[in-house]
């Protein structure tokens, strides 16, 4: 059963181009998390998704930032006209479907984003 | 709002020293609680869960700690490595599969 994948694990992109960072949840989870890393800081929640639908982006900025989990495939965090301050790490998380909230959640290895 | 400090944000010790890591929270209502370590420019290792319903987790030489009613645990390292080097992360699940982070304590251990 592989872990949490992500994609790609680095990404470098130039100011203005648009960001597409990759998430597959473990086998059987059908709940992401998205959490962006800056440096020196800790980790934040951006988004809470289950398949086709968006829980909660509370964490998430208003503008240029999207994510989708749809019902095939990888959830997506998309980042449109990137800037230097979205250079960042960014992880996702996976747990299972949501009859038991006492379950832990598993990272992935993140995608490191460097925007120059 | 929940908010999760650890103490200290960081500890540079010499190997074999048995070390212990904070974390406090504001919101006393969690469903569990889970420490992470953080390898340089890695991803998130899960170390040790605790349910709201238990005192204390052990795996190897960790041992963590939970005391919900005062909103604190604590991660204990026995006789400390080189190998332990990382940062540690500490988070709290309310229940909403929305884990909040502190911002990690920095650990080196040297020979």
């Known amino acids: 059963n592989a872990g949490v994948m992500q994609n790609p694990r680095h990404l470098v992109r130039r100011r203005g181009q648009e960001a597409r960072l990759r998430c597959s949840p473990m086998?059987?989870?059908?709940?992401v998390y998205w959490y962006r890393q800056l440096p020196e800081e800790g980790l934040k929640f951006m988004v809470y998704?289950?398949?086709?639908?968006?829980?909660?982006e509370s964490g998430m900025p208003k503008e240029r930032f999207s994510a989708e989990f749809p019902k095939e495939g990888p959830s997506i965090l998309r980042i449109q006209q990137v800037v230097r301050g979205d250079s960042a790490a960014y992880f996702c998380?996976?747990?299972?479907?949501?009859?038991?909230?006492?379950?832990?959640?598993?990272f992935g290895q993140g995608t490191r984003l460097t925007v120059v | 709002k929940q908010e999760v400090t650890q103490i200290p944000a960081a500890l540079s010790v010499p190997e074999g020293e048995n070390l212990v890591l904070n974390c406090s929270f504001t919101d006393s209502a969690i469903y569990n609680l889970q420490w992470f370590r953080q390898d340089p420019g890695k991803g998130l290792t899960s170390l040790l869960l605790?349910?709201?319903?238990?005192r204390e987790q052990t795996s190897g030489r960790l041992n963590a700690s939970l005391d919900k009613s005062s909103g604190r645990s604590t991660l204990y390292i026995a006789a400390s490595q080189p190998g332990d080097s990382a940062t540690y992360l500490c988070a709290v699940n309310k229940g909403s599969y929305i884990p909040t982070f502190g911002r990690g304590t920095s650990l080196i251990v040297h020979p």
């Open positions: 605790i349910q709201s319903s238990q």
């Open positions: 998380a996976s747990s299972p479907e949501a009859r038991e909230v006492r379950t832990e959640a598993f």
């Open positions: 086998k059987g989870h059908s709940h």
């Open positions: 998704l289950q398949k086709e639908n968006i829980i909660d």
